[in-house]
């Protein structure tokens, strides 16, 4: 119900590497931005972008003209994807001009569609997973610590980043500020969070289950697993609450072919 107008491009800046100069001539790029990736169907795909062309400007404003900052440091591609997102909230279509292969510049006009706002981001350093202002963190390090043995599978990893996007979709952030939060009224904020995480995994294509499980076994798993704290309920506790919104959600993804948890999630929370 927030969507904000988007492309489904991302991009990437070789300032990002502690050693730019070796990131450009791997990428074999002449500049410094280019295109990460690329959402499948997306107007961007349908354009006929694709990784790893390179960026020269968006609505004719030179990216080389957009100072650099330090190797590592994120600040030079926050701005330039500012201008992605200012032009298509302003005019809905946006101009990219892209290197080809061969040297050759092209112009693409794209026009947005509407599409989830919320950014994911991997920061630099620390080693929290945390939702802020509509973006889901995850830190460099987190989880980073645990012996082999009991380091996250991907599913499980999809679990906590479900749990993070949860928050966002949720409108935790504004309810917890509006609302005075005691720890109690966190608590039923990471228990929604949880329960949704397990709708968000299955239309993602995951078995919601290693999450649940993950929750089981985190408390005990290596040195970096989160501590028990009074925002949070116990980690069995939250296991079984996962568990027993599997067997809810997969009721409804039998009755009605889809898991829509804006129809049938069962909120906790309500917005005041």
Request: charged letters at 20%; glycine letters at 8%; hydrophobic letters at 45%.
């Given at each position: ?86 032009a298509l909230a302003r005019d809905g279509i946006v101009s990219l001009t892209v290197r080809d292969s061969n040297g050759a510049l092209r112009q693409f006009d794209i026009p947005a569609v ?140 039998l009755a009605h072919g889809a898991a829509d948890w804006s129809r049938d999630f069962r909120r906790e929370v309500m917005q005041r």
């Amino acid at each position: 119900s927030d969507a904000t107008p988007q492309i489904g491009l991302l991009l990437q800046d070789v300032m990002l590497f502690v050693r730019p100069a070796l990131a450009r001539h791997t990428l074999a790029l002449s500049g410094d931005i280019a295109i990460a990736a690329v959402a499948q169907g997306s107007p961007a795909a349908k354009a006929g972008l694709a990784p790893g062309q390179e960026v020269v400007s968006i609505n004719h404003h030179s990216l080389s003209a957009v100072a650099a900052g330090k190797p590592g440091d994120y600040h030079r591609l926050g701005q330039i994807e500012a201008l992605l997102h200012i032009a298509l909230a302003r005019d809905g279509i946006v101009s990219l001009t892209v290197r080809d292969s061969n040297g050759a510049l092209r112009q693409f006009d794209i026009p947005a569609v509407p599409a989830c706002r919320s950014r994911f981001e991997l920061r630099n350093s620390g080693a929290r997973a945390e939702a802020e202002g509509g973006r889901i963190l995850i830190g460099r390090n987190f989880a980073a610590d645990m012996p082999a043995a009991d380091r996250l599978g991907e599913a499980e990893f999809a679990g906590v980043v479900a749990h993070e996007f949860a928050h966002v979709l949720l409108g935790h952030e504004a309810w917890l500020k509006q609302a005075d939060a005691t720890d109690a009224d966190i608590r039923k904020t990471e228990r929604e969070a949880d329960r949704l995480a397990v709708w968000l995994l299955a239309n993602a294509g995951y078995d919601p289950l290693p999450f649940a499980q993950l929750l089981q076994e985190w408390g005990a798993r290596g040195r970096n697993g989160p501590p028990q704290v009074a925002t949070h309920d116990d980690w069995p506790e939250r296991a079984a609450l996962a568990r027993t919104e599997i067997a809810a959600m997969q009721a409804i993804l039998l009755a009605h072919g889809a898991a829509d948890w804006s129809r049938d999630f069962r909120r906790e929370v309500m917005q005041r």
